[in-house]
């Protein structure tokens, strides 16, 4: 995991509000500027938890440093924490929250990647997809993110197709099979839709674009509604 308070594609200075000063952010395992954890494989990871351990361990260190800075102690005044989360990272987020390790005030979700709407071949490799995982697993035979639709902007898109950092490369068997079982896990975990959990007791805010195409518009508001308990 590496910290940079520079994001290159995503997030730019003129799009924050003038009252916002500092910002941390964070590459996951093997994706952008982060150390690999496989020599030479970018976008690779053994397990999806090591995601959600470097995520709470961010969130540990961001708290250290601010607090300190802002003189800011647990016990008393403790300010309220909002996690977010854009596609990948939405499923990354909801299992943050789920591991307990903080304590948060609300969940920001967009264009969620929570569920996959299954394809004829992505139907074939989930069926065959832990003996991929163990018998291929750097393979790269997952269909991944169709580029011509990251976004409408031309400008934007061509800015992120060089972009030293952004992986067009097709997903590996590893990181597929890892990715659907964080996926399945959501849909059986009784804390989804227990109204007591740590989760459901959250405001959730969901935002989608009504033309996204790579995401589900159909699957994700579901998960939401059942989370929110309507």
Same mark, same amino acid.
């Given at each position: 995991?590496?910290?940079?308070?520079? /994001?290159?594609? !995503?997030?730019?200075?003129?799009?924050?509000?003038?009252?916002?000063?500092? *910002?941390? #952010?964070?590459?996951?395992? $093997?994706?952008?500027?982060?150390?690999?954890?496989?020599?030479?494989?970018?976008?690779?990871?053994?397990?999806?938890?090591?995601?959600?351990?470097?995520?709470?361990?961010?969130?540990?260190?961001?708290?250290?440093?601010?607090?300190?800075?802002?003189?800011?102690?647990?016990?008393?005044?403790?300010?309220?924490?909002?996690?977010?989360?854009?596609?990948?990272?939405?499923?990354?987020?909801?299992?943050?929250?789920?591991?307990?390790?903080?304590?948060?005030?609300?969940? /920001?979700?967009? !264009?969620?990647?929570?569920?996959?709407?299954?394809?004829?071949?992505?139907? *074939?490799? #989930?069926?065959?997809?832990? $003996?991929?995982?163990?018998?291929?697993?750097?393979?790269?035979?997952?269909?991944?993110?169709?580029?011509?639709?990251?976004?409408?902007?031309?400008?934007?898109?061509?800015?992120?197709?060089?972009?030293?950092?952004?992986?067009?490369?097709?997903?590996?068997?590893?990181?597929?099979?890892?990715?659907?079982?964080?996926?399945?896990?959501?849909?059986?975990?009784?804390?989804?839709?227990?109204?007591?959990?740590?989760?459901?007791?959250?405001?959730?805010?969901?935002?989608?674009?009504?033309?996204?195409?790579?995401?589900?518009?159909?699957?994700?508001?579901?998960?939401?509604?059942?989370?929110?308990?309507?």
């Amino acid at each position: 995991m590496v910290t940079r308070k520079i /994001v290159k594609s !995503a997030l730019r200075a003129h799009h924050m509000p003038s009252y916002l000063r500092h *910002v941390e #952010a964070y590459d996951m395992l $093997s994706h952008g500027m982060s150390d690999l954890d496989f020599h030479g494989l970018r976008a690779h990871s053994a397990k999806f938890q090591y995601f959600i351990d470097d995520t709470n361990e961010f969130i540990t260190m961001a708290k250290m440093q601010l607090y300190e800075q802002l003189e800011i102690t647990y016990s008393t005044d403790e300010p309220k924490l909002i996690i977010s989360g854009m596609s990948y990272g939405t499923l990354v987020s909801l299992h943050t929250i789920l591991s307990g390790k903080h304590d948060f005030s609300g969940v /920001v979700l967009v !264009a969620p990647a929570l569920l996959a709407e299954m394809t004829i071949m992505l139907k *074939v490799q #989930a069926f065959f997809a832990w $003996s991929l995982s163990k018998l291929i697993p750097k393979a790269r035979i997952v269909p991944g993110v169709n580029r011509d639709y990251v976004c409408r902007d031309q400008d934007y898109l061509d800015d992120f197709m060089v972009d030293p950092v952004t992986i067009l490369k097709p997903i590996i068997a590893r990181m597929g099979a890892e990715t659907l079982k964080a996926m399945r896990a959501l849909e059986v975990d009784e804390r989804v839709e227990d109204q007591g959990s740590a989760l459901c007791k959250l405001p959730v805010l969901m935002m989608m674009g009504s033309n996204d195409k790579l995401t589900s518009l159909t699957l994700c508001p579901g998960v939401l509604r059942t989370t929110c308990g309507e």
